[in-house]
């Protein structure tokens, strides 16, 4: 009887029983669903194998699998996992998957990450790396050394730029540092101000309530 039942197994569920059985091989099906329950099946463990695996499927074409792949390595990866996270967190054709990919890096490493980013966040494509770098520090508490951020929310000539710079900056800044804050949520450039007060709304703190009054009054 259960032989004549499997046929009528939802997909999903057979997906879902092979990955189990072996998901290094389910990860490489033709079926999506097949290689997210892969990876589902990945994130139950914690080992050198299990991240090898997670990492190379952030490659994949299915930009679905590539996102849950980066979700899963803040579970199983480590700070080794972060080169290849900030890459897909900089070459993603979706944002919610490089936002997804910035955030994993910045569980894993944040600092490194912020670096690595930082690095990027000059040349033509700079905007997405100063997309990741709001989110890494809006994700994450850390020594963070980004002098040029002011700078760039205040000149940098593509007005994505600015807005990640500014967002990056406010998150990145101690609470207790008014000042910059204060700066950027007064800036002429709307989307400067805006991605200010959205930082700081992420990161909340009684140490900014004076700082916000200053700008709201």
Known sequence: MRLLALPFLPLALLAALSAQDDPAKALKSKDVSARLAALESLSKEKNAKNEKLVVGALKDDDWEVAEKAAFVL?????????????ELALEAPIARVRATAAHA???????????????KSGGKEGWRA????????????????LKQLEKLAENAKDDRARAFAAAAAVGATSAEKGELFVKLAT?????????????????????RIEPLAEVLL
């Open 74 to 86: 803040e579970t199983v990866g480590t700070a080794a996992s972060v080169p290849e996270l900030v």
């Open 105 to 119: 890096a910045a569980m894993l490493g944040a600092e490194g990450a912020a670096e690595m980013h930082s690095k």
């Open 130 to 145: 100063l997309e990741a770098l709001a989110v890494v520090t809006s994700t994450k508490d850390a020594n963070y050394e």
């Open 187 to 207: 800036s002429a450039h709307a989307q400067v101000a805006c991605a200010a007060l959205e930082a700081a709304a992420k990161r909340p703190s009684a140490a």
